[in-house]
Protein backbone atom coordinates (compact mmCIF):
# COMPACT_ATOMS: atom_id res chain seq x y z
CA UNK A 1 0.00 0.00 0.00
CA UNK A 2 3.11 2.33 0.92
CA UNK A 3 4.25 1.60 -2.87
CA UNK A 4 1.31 2.49 -4.13
CA UNK A 5 0.69 5.94 -2.00
CA UNK A 6 4.38 6.85 -3.56
CA UNK A 7 3.00 5.97 -7.01
CA UNK A 8 0.21 8.10 -7.07
CA UNK A 9 1.39 10.97 -5.23
CA UNK A 10 4.31 10.90 -7.76
CA UNK A 11 1.44 10.88 -10.62
CA UNK A 12 -0.86 13.48 -9.23
CA UNK A 13 1.83 15.84 -8.76
CA UNK A 14 3.26 15.67 -11.95
CA UNK A 15 0.06 16.53 -13.70
CA UNK A 16 -0.72 19.36 -11.73
CA UNK A 17 0.36 21.42 -8.27
CA UNK A 18 -1.71 20.28 -5.12
CA UNK A 19 -2.20 21.67 -1.48
CA UNK A 20 -1.49 19.17 1.28
CA UNK A 21 -5.77 18.69 1.83
CA UNK A 22 -6.43 18.05 -1.94
CA UNK A 23 -3.51 15.71 -2.29
CA UNK A 24 -4.92 14.11 1.24
CA UNK A 25 -8.32 13.54 -0.27
CA UNK A 26 -7.38 12.00 -3.33
CA UNK A 27 -5.25 9.56 -2.32
CA UNK A 28 -7.39 8.52 0.40
CA UNK A 29 -10.72 8.28 -2.10
CA UNK A 30 -8.89 6.31 -4.33
CA UNK A 31 -7.71 4.17 -1.68
CA UNK A 32 -10.78 3.27 -0.61
CA UNK A 33 -11.60 2.65 -3.90
CA UNK A 34 -8.31 -0.05 -4.44
CA UNK A 35 -8.34 -1.91 -1.26
CA UNK A 36 -11.94 -2.58 -0.76
CA UNK A 37 -11.02 -3.78 2.96
CA UNK A 38 -9.25 -0.85 4.26
CA UNK A 39 -9.26 0.62 7.53
CA UNK A 40 -9.75 3.66 8.43
CA UNK A 41 -6.31 3.43 10.71
CA UNK A 42 -4.19 2.59 7.39
CA UNK A 43 -6.14 4.69 5.22
CA UNK A 44 -4.58 7.43 7.58
CA UNK A 45 -1.42 5.81 6.93
CA UNK A 46 -1.37 5.84 3.38
CA UNK A 47 -2.66 9.22 2.96
CA UNK A 48 0.67 10.53 5.53
CA UNK A 49 2.80 8.27 3.82
CA UNK A 50 1.57 10.37 0.07
CA UNK A 51 1.85 13.90 2.31
CA UNK A 52 5.76 12.92 3.63
CA UNK A 53 6.68 11.37 -0.01
CA UNK A 54 5.53 14.77 -1.74
CA UNK A 55 7.10 16.99 0.62
CA UNK A 56 10.25 15.20 0.60
CA UNK A 57 10.71 15.18 -3.55
CA UNK A 58 9.97 19.02 -3.09
CA UNK A 59 6.33 18.56 -4.99
CA UNK A 60 3.95 19.40 -2.11
CA UNK A 61 4.42 23.18 -0.45
CA UNK A 62 1.22 24.76 -0.29
CA UNK A 63 3.27 28.33 0.68
CA UNK A 64 4.56 27.81 -3.06
CA UNK A 65 1.32 26.90 -4.47
CA UNK A 66 -0.55 29.82 -2.57
CA UNK A 67 2.15 32.18 -3.98
CA UNK A 68 1.78 30.36 -7.38
CA UNK A 69 -1.72 30.76 -7.79
CA UNK A 70 -1.95 34.42 -6.33
CA UNK A 71 0.09 35.51 -9.09
CA UNK A 72 -1.49 34.15 -12.13
CA UNK A 73 -4.79 34.78 -10.28
CA UNK A 74 -3.72 38.61 -10.40
CA UNK A 75 -2.89 38.38 -13.95
CA UNK A 76 -5.83 36.45 -15.06
CA UNK A 77 -7.90 39.59 -13.38
CA UNK A 78 -9.04 37.86 -10.11
CA UNK A 79 -9.53 40.19 -6.65
CA UNK A 80 -7.39 39.29 -3.80
CA UNK A 81 -11.26 38.37 -2.27
CA UNK A 82 -11.42 35.99 -4.39
CA UNK A 83 -7.88 34.35 -4.71
CA UNK A 84 -8.37 34.30 -0.60
CA UNK A 85 -11.48 32.10 -0.17
CA UNK A 86 -10.38 29.90 -3.26
CA UNK A 87 -7.02 28.94 -1.86
CA UNK A 88 -9.42 28.16 1.82
CA UNK A 89 -11.16 26.46 -0.62
CA UNK A 90 -8.43 24.21 -1.26
CA UNK A 91 -7.12 24.30 2.28
CA UNK A 92 -4.23 26.24 2.76
CA UNK A 93 -3.91 27.79 6.16
CA UNK A 94 -5.04 31.11 6.73
CA UNK A 95 -1.51 32.80 7.56
CA UNK A 96 0.12 31.19 4.41
CA UNK A 97 -2.93 32.93 2.34
CA UNK A 98 -2.34 36.39 4.32
CA UNK A 99 0.95 36.42 3.28
CA UNK A 100 0.82 35.23 -0.20
CA UNK A 101 -2.07 38.13 -0.70
CA UNK A 102 0.15 40.47 0.78
CA UNK A 103 1.68 41.06 -3.04
CA UNK A 104 -1.21 41.30 -5.13
CA UNK A 105 -2.57 44.09 -6.45
CA UNK A 106 -6.18 44.50 -6.68
CA UNK A 107 -5.54 47.76 -8.93
CA UNK A 108 -3.86 45.39 -11.45
CA UNK A 109 -6.32 42.87 -11.05
CA UNK A 110 -9.05 44.85 -12.27
CA UNK A 111 -7.34 46.46 -14.89
CA UNK A 112 -6.93 43.17 -16.17
CA UNK A 113 -10.67 41.99 -15.81
CA UNK A 114 -11.46 45.02 -17.53
CA UNK A 115 -9.27 43.86 -20.57
CA UNK A 116 -10.60 40.80 -20.42
CA UNK A 117 -14.28 41.57 -20.15
CA UNK A 118 -14.23 44.33 -22.68
CA UNK A 119 -15.34 46.91 -19.78
CA UNK A 120 -14.33 50.37 -19.12
CA UNK A 121 -11.49 51.89 -21.38
CA UNK A 122 -11.26 48.43 -23.44
CA UNK A 123 -14.65 49.07 -24.15
CA UNK A 124 -16.11 48.79 -28.03
CA UNK A 125 -20.06 50.04 -27.85
CA UNK A 126 -20.75 53.19 -26.36
CA UNK A 127 -21.31 53.63 -22.65
CA UNK A 128 -25.02 54.08 -21.34
CA UNK A 129 -26.45 53.65 -17.94
CA UNK A 130 -27.13 50.00 -18.38
CA UNK A 131 -24.00 49.24 -19.70
CA UNK A 132 -22.20 50.91 -16.39
CA UNK A 133 -24.35 49.52 -14.09
CA UNK A 134 -23.75 45.90 -15.55
CA UNK A 135 -20.13 46.75 -15.53
CA UNK A 136 -20.30 47.96 -11.98
CA UNK A 137 -22.31 44.65 -11.12
CA UNK A 138 -19.70 42.54 -12.88
CA UNK A 139 -16.61 43.96 -11.13
CA UNK A 140 -18.92 43.72 -7.50
CA UNK A 141 -19.61 39.83 -8.28
CA UNK A 142 -15.82 39.57 -8.68
CA UNK A 143 -15.20 40.82 -5.15
CA UNK A 144 -13.81 44.48 -6.60
CA UNK A 145 -14.88 47.58 -4.40
CA UNK A 146 -17.39 49.70 -5.85
CA UNK A 147 -14.61 53.12 -5.86
CA UNK A 148 -12.18 51.12 -7.65
CA UNK A 149 -14.79 49.62 -10.14
CA UNK A 150 -15.56 53.29 -10.67
CA UNK A 151 -11.77 54.35 -11.53
CA UNK A 152 -11.33 51.68 -14.03
CA UNK A 153 -14.16 52.59 -16.01
CA UNK A 154 -13.32 56.12 -15.86
CA UNK A 155 -9.97 55.78 -17.02
CA UNK A 156 -8.51 56.22 -20.68
CA UNK A 157 -6.85 53.48 -22.78
CA UNK A 158 -3.39 54.44 -22.54
CA UNK A 159 -3.78 55.02 -18.55
CA UNK A 160 -5.04 51.45 -18.60
CA UNK A 161 -2.51 49.88 -20.50
CA UNK A 162 0.17 51.78 -19.19
CA UNK A 163 -1.08 50.44 -15.22
CA UNK A 164 -0.74 46.78 -16.90
CA UNK A 165 2.65 47.77 -18.16
CA UNK A 166 3.76 49.25 -14.79
CA UNK A 167 3.18 46.04 -12.73
CA UNK A 168 4.11 43.30 -14.46
CA UNK A 169 3.93 39.90 -12.36
Same mark, same amino acid.
Given at each position: MLAWARNSTLYRLSRRMMTQRELTDAVRRKAKQKFEDISEVQLEAVATAAIEFGQQIGAL +? +?? $?? $?HTKVRSSVRGGRSKRM? @?? =???? =? @??QQEIVVEALEGADDFRAAVAYARKRGFGPFRRAPMDEKRLVRELSSFARNGFSLELGRRILDMELTEAEDALAAHPL
Open positions: +D +DR $AY $AI @GR =KLQE =K @GV
